[in-house]
């Protein structure tokens, strides 16, 4: 009955893909994870369920990523109301860009590719600047969401100068890979084929406008009824956040817009390197480098960090008396802090699924579904097949988790040393590991990344896996293909 251990995130994640009540599946994983747990007793379960989400926030991590995206609906209230996304649309526009639809998600894909220093603040700054565009054209919050996603998780391990590259090399180092690790990293990134063709495929939709699938149901849909979201969605964000107009009056300018989203990135760098260097210290460990500080560093503490910052960056901005208005500023101090009370209650919906879906993670780690799966890989095995094997597994277990992480954790000890017994290509096997875990993070309902991409879309969340779920698998079977290839030629 070890297979029962599969259950939880199959089931929550089967139910939400078919009912659309994305709140009640999770629930009902959990509650299924809790029950096992407690030996098949359901009342039990219910009590660890209640138990499970209590723990979620006696985890930091977890913590400020939901302080974090409760603070991102006050920014996104505060650059609305100052009239800075008007500016910015005029502003870019004026440029020649966000006038039609390949520039649009041009666009959205170019900003994507730019930051690539943390997931979350990519998603969160790609719906950001690109959804004014999107909702003006008429295509559908999907494809944005879509595009946030897929310029995320896979451009920071393509581009691995951040705390996913770090945590990479944390990984090799744990299994005595220190000398050459960084090459090793630089080579296996040839072969993170799934990032690769994620991020090309992007490029190639936003190109030629070409789709299929419900991505191209919702296209059609958007452009003939105008309707940017489906009729009867709950978009993670909740349209009086979404559509907030400018305050009477205000001068629309692109800076009030782009110096908090500015700031933002940029605390993003200092708060990795406080956190690294602090973090060093603690431990007792000399300094080791850029990347040994990013080994060490916070990603969860940059980030609220970050936006924290740009709001109050934001506040004093607007609390500048402007002489268009008469020396009156934007908005008082007062006025800013209730936006973002306003902006912030709006995204109590993302607060709630982050929630499920990190206390879904928590008890198939409890089961150790991971490493289940991981045993399921016989010794009989032909080497050439094992990149392609790694890959599928990876893929499995980054999207019932909804974690890449995770996933790295899990393969990365088994994969490399099975590698070198067999005398197989190591950056391939690397790159085996990073692909499937990209997957996950990519395409998974239970990703933090996927959930933030629903709501700076201001997306419905079932909406977004399913528009974006056939590309990701066409991807992860041509990414397959490619895997069985190499382990015959590398």
Known sequence: MEWVVLLPPIIAIALALWTRQVYLSLMAGVWIGTTILAGGNPVLGLRGLVDQVVVVFQDADNTRV????????????????????????????????????????????????????E?????????????????????????LAYYCDATSAPVCMTIPLNGWGAYVLGLLA???????AV?????????????????????????????FGAMRRAEDRARETGEVTRPGSTPMIAEEVADIRPVEGVAYRARDLIVPIAVMVGMIFVGLYITGKSNL???GQAASGFWGMMAQASGSTSV???????????????????????????????????????????????????????ALGQ??????????????????????WLPGLVFLVGCFVSFTLGSSWTAFAILI????????????SLPLMLGAVLSGGVYGDHASPLSDTSIISSMSAACDHVDHVNTQLPYTLLLAGISFVVFLVAGLVV
């Open 281 to 283: 210290a603690a431990s």
């Open 304 to 358: 609220l960090w970050a936006v924290g910052t740009a709001i109050g960056v934001a506040m004093i901005l607007y609390a500048i008396p402007r002489p268009l208005r008469g020396g009156k500023p934007v908005l008082t101090l007062v006025q800013s802090t209730e936006w973002v009370l306003k902006g912030s209650s709006g995204l109590v919906g993302v607060v709630a699924l982050l929630v499920l879906a990190f």
């Open 183 to 211: 090459g090793l990293l630089a080579q296996s990134l040839l072969f993170n084929f799934f990032s690769l063709l994620s991020i090309v495929f992007a490029l190639g939709l936003a190109l030629t406008g070409w789709g």
């Open 66 to 117: 939901i302080l974090f995206s409760l603070l991102v609906g006050g920014l996104i209230a505060l650059v609305q109301v100052s009239g800075g996304v008007a500016g910015f649309i005029a502003w870019v526009q004026a440029r020649g860009w966000g006038r039609t639809r390949r520039s649009a998600e041009l666009l959205a894909w170019l900003v994507g590719m730019f930051i690539f220093v």
């Open 363 to 384: 008890i198939s780690r409890e089961l150790e579904m991971g490493q289940y799966v991981v045993g399921l890989i016989g010794d009989d095995v032909p080497a050439w």
């Open 119 to 143: 997931s979350s603040i990519t998603s969160l700054t790609v719906g950001t600047l690109s959804r004014p565009f999107f909702d003006t054209l008429k295509l559908p919050r999907e494809k």
């Open 413 to 424: 000890p088994i994969a490399l040393p099975l590698a070198e017994g067999l005398g197989l």
């Open 174 to 180: 744990a299994q005595g890979i220190t000398a050459g």
